[in-house]
């Protein structure tokens, strides 16, 4: 087959400092990071959608996207000399991993069966990919939100047959997932959620969503998919409210229906703050209960109020993250997948290379400073001292609930005032953090 990218070849770590555009300053696959390499710490993702798929349209304008390979079609031929192109482009990248919707790699036929069939003749060739360079399925998941069929939502739609084409539709994309050796299967759910709560049985939509997970689940166990399942919170768009809010929402939803053992979470930069939280605290709420699936890495913009999806490039974000990743002990079956599109304005093919390689060095250099935060040990040790009033004394006795409200009052009558409350030193600690930058 012809070069996709005749002008680019494999792209290598130049160094810090390197003036060449198409290199990698900090990303260094080999470089040990706290005893394990950066590809093992990282495990970068590149996402189908936006990188092959999108073109690069904003809800004013039609795409831009220039894609010399593209035919015009949306063939199954098309398709399947589309996933030989996303190949050469990630291996020419390095990354190690990709994800994908079934719409994404398939087009979509007249009816199930035919998008089935198209489906299985585009996973022959991911098959074959995979061998061949080694690169590897991160996560799968079906599209639930673009056709017209899911205008109500998908298991959460008024309409029973929406719930079931979805069901067959993830049954599918669960099957294909493990045909690759998916790592992992996310479930976003686009339009479970409302426009309008006039028009909406909130109860009883929430009911079919745990209802289609407990299938899910059910089906996994039954075809032996070890992946891992896993929840992408967002709160909204398209939908004004989604009903997997954020990570405390989802963690809530799935522990009332029993389900929270089967699955974590899938955490996106730009949905944190879409749900007026930063990534660090969605990260923290999702580490408190073991849930840290996976992460989406991009970035919104702070003026435009909707999913920019653009790809990291804050140093300070990169740094939080991989913070987070570090404390929790790295990924597993999860991964920097970057759920992320170059601007309207970066129309060229090779756009997508410094897209790629600008979050694959943030991430880097992110990687770098948290082990150096915790190599220094300064940061940890404050929050050490900090709740030192817990380790032992009346805090350990509260702590190992070996008194109550009775107890605490005779030792307030003798402990008098609290008079120990010392400092945050918020500002302190964040430009601590700066050395590091
Ligand atoms: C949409 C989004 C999705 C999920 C997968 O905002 O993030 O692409 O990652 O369905
Ligand atoms: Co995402």
Not at 201 to 206: A, D, H, V
Not at 372 to 395: H, M, N, P, T, V
Request: glycine share 10%.
């Amino acid at each position: 087959m012809a070069t996709a990218f005749p002008k680019v070849s494999r792209i290598q770590y130049d160094g810090v400092g390197s003036k060449k555009p198409l290199a990698f300053k900090h990303y260094n696959e080999a470089e040990l990071v706290e005893g394990k390499t950066m590809k093992e710490h990282l495990r970068f993702s590149v996402t189908y959608w936006h990188t092959f798929r999108g073109q690069l349209a904003d809800m004013f304008g039609m795409g831009t996207a220039v894609r010399p390979w593209e035919d015009g079609t949306n063939s199954v031929s098309m398709a399947q000399k589309r996933a030989r192109v996303a190949f050469e482009f990630m291996e020419k990248l390095g990354t190690p991993y990709y994800a994908f919707h079934d719409r994404d790699v398939a087009p979509e036929g007249r009816n199930l069966k035919e998008s089935n069939r198209a489906l299985d003749a585009v996973v022959k060739v991911l098959k074959e990919q995979q061998k061949r360079t080694g690169i590897k399925l991160l996560w799968g998941t079906a599209c639930l939100f673009a056709h017209p069929r899911y205008m109500h939502g998908a298991s959460t739609s008024c309409n029973a047959d929406a719930f079931v084409y979805a069901a067959a539709q993830v049954k599918k994309a669960m099957e294909v997932t493990h045909e690759l050796g998916g790592e992992g299967y996310v479930f976003w759910g686009g339009r479970e959620g409302y426009s309008t709560l006039w028009n909406t049985n909130l109860k009883r939509e929430m009911d079919h969503l745990a209802a289609f997970l407990h299938m899910a689940v059910d089906y996994k166990k039954k075809i032996g998919f070890k992946g891992q399942f896993l929840i992408e919170p967002k709160p909204k768009e398209p939908t004004k409210h989604q009903y997997d809010s954020d990570a405390a929402a989802c963690l809530n939803f799935l522990r009332e229906y029993g389900l929270l053992e089967h699955f974590k979470l899938n955490l996106e930069t730009n949905h944190a703050t879409l749900a007026g939280h930063t990534m660090q605290h969605e990260m923290e709420v999702a580490i408190a209960s073991n849930a840290l699936g996976s992460i989406d890495a991009n970035m919104g913009d702070t003026l435009l109020g909707w999913d920019t999806d653009q790809f990291p490039t804050d140093i300070y974000l990169g740094a939080q993250v991989m913070l987070g990743i570090l404390k929790m002990g790295g990924f597993t079956t999860g991964g920097t997948n970057f759920d992320a599109k170059v601007r309207r304005e970066s129309f060229e093919p090779v756009d997508l290379f410094h897209g790629h390689i600008a979050g694959m060095d943030t991430f880097a250099r992110g990687l770098k400073i948290a082990a150096a935060i915790r190599k220094d040990g300064r940061l940890e040790e404050f929050l050490k001292e900090r709740y030192s009033s817990w380790d032992s004394g009346i805090g350990e006795k509260i702590e190992k609930r070996k008194v109550g409200f009775k107890e605490l009052e005779e030792h307030a009558l003798k402990m008098g005032e609290v008079r120990t409350n010392r400092s945050g030193r918020q500002e302190w600690l964040e430009n601590l953090v700066n050395e590091f930058l």
